[in-house]
T-cell receptor, first 115, second 117 residues
Framework: NAGVTQTPKFQVLKTGQSMTLQCAQD?????MSWYRQDPGMGLRLIHY???????DQGEVPNGYNVSRSTTEDFPLRLLSAAPSQTSVYFC??????????????FGAGTRLSVL | AQSVTQLGSHVSVSEGALVLLRCNYS??????LFWYVQYPNQGLQLLLK??????LVKGINGFEAEFKKSETSFHLTKPSAHMSDAAEYFC???????????????FGKGTKLSVKP
């Protein structure tokens, strides 16, 4: 059981480049989310999805796009990378979007540097 | 709006000593509370959670936490620290998503635990 798989593990971009961070889960979870982790800031929610075809913005959505065409996949797109987007990105999935069963399973993360 | 405050960004203890990591929350509705642990270069994994019922919750690796509504706290403890406990710990709060809340998990800023031999 692979759980939540993120690719790539590391990426270096130049300012203005675009890229897609991939996330896939094999647990048939409805809820998927993207977080960024910065030193001293904890995890901040970028975008989330409560099911295929449904996405919504989190706390820090600017500069990022998402789509959810299947239950399994939830890619995160950086449209025009900026140095402020240098961070560690985590994808997570959960059986339910809220409440007591909102136990999130995390991928191993993507470390992104924007020069 | 919900929020989580973790007191102390770094905590250092000696091996065998008590571990106490503090978490206070703010929520206008009954909260669901979680502790996650992140080992170096890994994602987060669930340590324990409080939903309803017993206020003392036991988790993995000998950790436990007590929900105190009157103090709006959910502190994490372990009687005797091991070197393998060195990690970053995150407290998080969620709810059912009523009253304007989206119910998403809200994380604290984290506490890095160091264990000295």
């Amino acid at each position: 059981n692979a759980g939540v798989t993120q690719t790539p593990k590391f990426q270096v971009l130049k300012t203005g480049q675009s890229m897609t961070l991939q996330c896939a889960q094999d647990m048939n979870h409805e809820y998927m989310s993207w977080y960024r982790q910065d030193p001293g800031m904890g995890l901040r929610l970028i975008h989330y999805s409560v099911g295929a075809g449904i996405t919504d913005q989190g706390e820090v959505p600017n500069g990022y796009n998402v789509s959810r065409s299947t239950t399994e996949d939830f890619p995160l797109r950086l449209l025009s990378a900026a140095p402020s987007q240098t961070s560690v990105y985590f994808c997570a999935s959960s059986p339910t979007p809220r409440g007591p069963k909102n136990i999130q399973y995390f991928g191993a993360g993507t470390r992104l540097s924007v020069l | 709006a919900q929020s989580v405050t973790q007191l102390g960004s770094h905590v250092s203890v000696s091996e065998g000593a008590l571990v106490l990591l503090r978490c206070n929350y703010s929520s206008s509705v009954p909260p669901y509370l979680f502790w996650y642990v992140q080992y170096p270069n890994q994602g987060l994994q669930l340590l324990l959670k409080y939903t309803t019922g017993a206020t003392l919750v036991k988790g993995i690796n000998g950790f436990e936490a007590e929900f105190k509504k009157s103090e709006t706290s959910f502190h994490l403890t372990k009687p005797s620290a091991h070197m393998s406990d060195a990690a970053e710990y995150f407290c998080a709060v969620s709810d059912l998503g009523y009253g304007g809340s989206q119910g998403n998990l809200i994380f604290g800023k984290g506490t890095k635990l160091s264990v000295k031999p």
